[in-house]
């Protein structure tokens, strides 16, 4: 009785969803070819947690640039593709100051407002770091967020507002332009070189030696996981307490509706704008901090990655982009376990598209905003 | 009234797309010769320079056809192009690059094909890679649908980097056969040097027309240009192989759009669940569409590059994909004749023409180098010398062009969503329905009023 009943469903399965089958089989062969590599030494449990470490963090940074995203995303409608460049315009103005605190009096100021644009100065001789500059970087930080949210409500202003009625897909088009605008905006001022940003000799570090071999966590590492579960635990109170995350999950959920209720949608939105453009200014700042350097591409390389764990969390949901941006950040360093590196975000690209494919509302399937 | 007057005459004069294609393309043309006269340029760099604008009114046209029939058609939101374009030309290239054995200096060998065979496998790949992704991906929303398929051109780009898929070894025989091709593969980040004979070479050949055509240089050589006409040559004939095939894709998707297969797709664009009510598969059209597009797309993609020398992975960043959706857009998505007149005129006006301004410049004014940064260039214009900052903004034209598509594609969504010629009703009826007597046939005139 019991096997036939198994049987029969799974015959269904199999029918329904044959490719469902072929990912719990590929998952089954990933998890034993980890347990296999890690008892025969082939793979280092001391890799194995750098690796989980290093997607952690890069997680982190992803998901808090995903509340942006998501919120903006359900309550507006639109998947924003100009959302990439937000997080490079706040690394950019927030490392100008921190360039400028750092390293007064010891170059011109041009050079330091312009992040050391054509190799005129070097965040590494400026002696860059949380333990050597505090001050600067905490300034820079807050300077990164000021400048995404002004510049967040800046462009939804002249450009997202005056077509706030038409179609998402409108809306994304637009945001297109927004983000080429911007991106080359940077380009025109700041150059196309990638610059090294800290000092990284002079981060401190702690090094563990773990069965078989070491395992670092830097100053660095530390800053960022305090900033982004900070801010995150002050989005969910600001969400949870305030009238606010009330009338934005009312929002998202009908918008007409929202506004006969007597929300003032307008002001909803542009507090929606300021809490996902801050975020997404800080993660950006924090995002170079941690890896050392700074491009005009970097948040555009990030955008994908951002849109992966929205959507893997349900967009709408700010602890499922966070979830989200969790899992992309750890499927994105640890797949090197398995697949070459090259791979590392191709792997990213892959479990957003089978999560799109299989499960489109994402794993936080449901619930909008908080 | 007067205004009024004008636009109708002028709309007299365009009435029927062909003469509006040639009136754009003469205005274009006009605008870049009376330049290139006006400031001095020899009859070669005016050959050039037109060569040039050609080749990329071609391929651009040619795109923004194909992006036309996903997106004008069927309402399929794809911006993976660049990835089909990759695929394309790629596989071309692995077939076509004779064996490192032959081929002397080349880093990774091919299969030493005809080119002929290796465009048709680098179309018949892309089409491949479009049913891949189309199959499962089509039944998404149009926004998931977007970011799958950037997720995917992004995925073939890292792929053509990959040092994994750098070079492979081939066997001396496979299953009996004995290929010629002793190592193959995508060449990672130094990309793949085409070594092997141009494609115009090739087509020439094909067609019997190569000793006419050296015939041909030799008579320019002889009365027009004296040093070295080939690549002059072989630039404006080229460009003008590529009009012809946009004519061809032109013709293809228009016979297409009329199909009965053609009204299902636009039926899909409207309202799927109608299309599907009266007992479309609309799944399976939307898939045929998909695949045909990519497929047009990746012979776009083979003309645009494989005459090119060599490729890398960097020519295919989703900037080329987003060009071809402006282009697309400036034209107006839903006609034909508007995709490919989007695409000549975002050749002309934003992809070349901010180039085309500052060579001109340059030619004319003897500026000498501009400041290696913007805070230099602020300096001065701080103590009000404006010269360095105009040199930068010249010296960064290739730049600040972007941000000019930007800022247009902004603008055309906020004033003019529907483009050059996306208004116009597509009837789906095989029959005219103009009323007898001069009415005109589509829509323009309802709302011609509020286009000034």
Sequence with gaps: MGVSETYARGRRLAGEQPFAIVVGLVAVWLVWFLVEGLVTGRIRVSNVLSYAWDGLLRGLIVGLAGIGLSMTYSILNFANFSHGDYITSGAFSGWAVTYLLAGLGEANIGSLLLVGAGGSVFGGALGIGITTSPLAVVVGMLIAGAASIGLALFIDRFVYKPIRDESGIALLITSVGVAFALRYIIVFVFGTDVRGTTSAGEVPRVSFYLIDGSFRINAHDITLLVVAVGLMLGVHLLLQTTKLGKAMRAMSDNEDLARITGIPTEQVIRATWIVGGGLTGIAGYMFVLWKGTLGFNDGWLLLLLVFAAVILGGIGSIYGAIAGGIVIGLTASMSVIWIPSEFGRAAAFFVMIVILLFKPQGIFSGRTTA | ?452
């Design chain 2, 1 to 452: 009234m007067t205004e009024t007057t004008l636009y109708d005459r002028f709309e007299r004069v365009i009435d029927t797309d062909p003469k509006l294609v040639v009136a754009v393309l003469a205005v274009i043309y006009l605008a870049y010769i009376a330049s290139g006269v006006a400031f001095g340029y020899s009859l070669r760099g005016q050959l050039n320079s037109l060569a040039n604008l050609t080749f990329y009114i071609g391929v651009f046209g040619m795109l923004a056809l194909a992006l036309n029939l996903h997106w004008g058609y069927t309402g399929l939101f794809n911006i993976g192009i660049v990835g089909f374009m990759g695929i394309g030309v790629y596989v071309t290239a692995i077939l076509a690059k004779p064996p490192v054995a032959q081929g002397g200096a080349a880093q990774v060998g091919g299969f030493g094909l005809p080119l002929g065979i290796a465009v048709i496998g680098g179309v018949f790949m892309a089409a491949f890679f479009g049913l891949l992704v189309g199959l499962p991906a089509l039944r998404l929303r149009a926004d998931y649908l977007a970011i799958v398929t950037i997720a995917f051109s992004e995925i073939v780009r890292f792929t053509m980097m990959s040092r994994t898929f750098q070079e492979f070894t081939v066997p001396d025989t496979v299953l009996g056969y004995d290929l010629a091709a002793d190592t193959v593969g995508l060449g990672g980040g130094g990309g793949l040097i085409l070594n092997y004979a141009s494609p115009l070479e090739a087509l020439l050949h094909a067609l019997y027309l190569w000793e006419p055509y050296l015939g041909f240089v030799s008579f320019v050589q002889a009365n027009l240009i004296a040093n070295n006409p080939r690549p002059v040559v072989d630039g404006v004939v080229y460009g003008l192989l590529l009009l012809a095939v946009c004519g061809l894709y032109y013709w293809l998707l228009t016979w297409t759009g009329e199909s009965p297969f053609g009204r299902v797709l636009k039926a899909i664009r409207e309202d799927e669940d109608v299309a599907n009510a009266l007992g479309k598969d609309t799944n399976r059209f939307k898939l045929k569409s998909f695949v045909l597009g990519c497929a047009l797309m990746g012979f776009g993609g083979i003309l645009w590059y494989a005459g090119r020398g060599s490729i890398t992975p960097p020519s295919f960043r989703p900037n080329i994909t987003f060009f071809v959706w402006i282009a697309l857009i400036i034209g107006g998505a839903g006609s034909n004749t508007g995709s490919f007149l989007g695409g000549a005129v975002f050749a002309a006006l934003l992809y070349e023409g901010p180039r085309y301004i500052k060579n001109l410049i340059e030619v004319a004014f003897n500026l000498g180098d501009g400041p290696g940064n913007f805070g230099q260039a602020m300096a001065a214009l701080g103590s009000l010398d404006p010269v360095p900052f105009v040199l930068y903004t010249l010296n960064s034209i290739s730049e600040l062009r972007l941000v000019i598509m930007g800022v247009v594609l902004i603008w055309l969504m906020h004033n003019r969503p529907e483009g050059m010629l996306g208004h116009r009703k597509e009837t789906a009826a095989s029959i005219d329905l103009s009323r007898p007597g001069g009415a005109k046939s589509d829509a323009a005139a309802a709302d011609g009023g509020d286009q000034q």
